[in-house]
T-cell receptor
Framework: DQQVKQNSPSLSVQEGRISILNCDYT??????FLWYKKYPAEGPTFLIS?????DKNEDGRFTVFLNKSAKHLSLHIVPSQPGDSAVYFC??????????????FGKGTKLSVKP | IAGITQAPTSQILAAGRRMTLRCTQD?????MYWYRQDLGLGLRLIHY???????GKGEVPDGYSVSRANTDDFPLTLASAVPSQTSVYFC????????????FGPGTRLTVL
């Protein structure tokens, strides 16, 4: 059973507009959520994270929102640029008692930003 | 070296052959990981190591083995490759604490015929 779900395999957005990538999770024991960006033929690169005790984290054009009651997080990219075209992975870190678990990744959403 | 390196970049392998994928990091991270990425399935954890001398099984460990003799190196071995192991393999590392962000290598594209 998937604990981290990215239900949209792909998303297409016009340059300059907002891109919103969504992620849902089922486990209440996650203490951090992370977003990764992956270009073809490269490894994923860390983009931004958010602690479960916060509801928003912003870094330049990238903002992550966390809605714990809905078990939902989203990554907003404003304004979107063609260079943002990539696959975006949502990941969550379980926290059990005093120990951290390994990251659990969603299946990814391919973002295409059109000029 | 800066970050994580993986070797080879790509490999075509006959079924039944043994293969070791190499991974080296220079960030002195305690933890290291091996993932495979398959279309539509995202990143799936094969094996991990929280510190030198220890290893653990991830989501899809069957057919793979790892060792962690020192902090920097974390090789992944396929003892007898099968076509279902055709995939892109990523090695990653992370420091303890913080958000647990992992740093990934460039990947190895493996084709088993």
């Amino acid at each position: 059973d998937q604990q981290v779900k990215q239900n949209s395999p792909s998303l297409s957005v016009q340059e300059g507009r907002i891109s919103i990538l969504n992620c849902d999770y089922t486990n209440s024991m996650f203490d951090y959520f992370l977003w990764y960006k992956k270009y073809p033929a490269e490894g994923p690169t860390f983009l931004i994270s958010i602690s479960s005790i916060k509801d928003k984290n912003e870094d330049g054009r990238f903002t992550v929102f966390l809605n714990k009651s809905a078990k939902h997080l989203s990554l907003h990219i404003v304004p979107s640029q063609p260079g943002d075209s990539a696959v975006y992975f949502c990941a969550a870190r379980p926290h059990y008692g005093g120990s951290q678990g390994n990251l659990i990744f969603g299946k990814g959403t391919k973002l295409s930003v059109k000029p | 070296i800066a970050g994580i390196t993986q070797a080879p970049t790509s490999q075509i392998l006959a079924a039944g052959r043994r293969m070791t994928l190499r991974c080296t990091q220079d960030m002195r991270h305690n933890a290291m990981y091996w993932y495979r990425q398959d279309l539509g399935l995202g990143l799936r954890l094969i094996h991990y190591s929280n510190t030198a001398g220890t290893t653990g099984k991830g989501e899809v460990p069957d057919g793979y083995s790892v060792s962690r003799a020192n902090t920097d190196d974390f090789p992944l071995t396929l003892a007898s490759a099968v076509p279902s192991q055709t995939s892109v393999y990523f090695c990653a590392s992370s420091a303890l604490g913080g958000a647990g962000e992992q740093f990934f290598g460039p990947g190895t594209r493996l084709t088993v015929l």
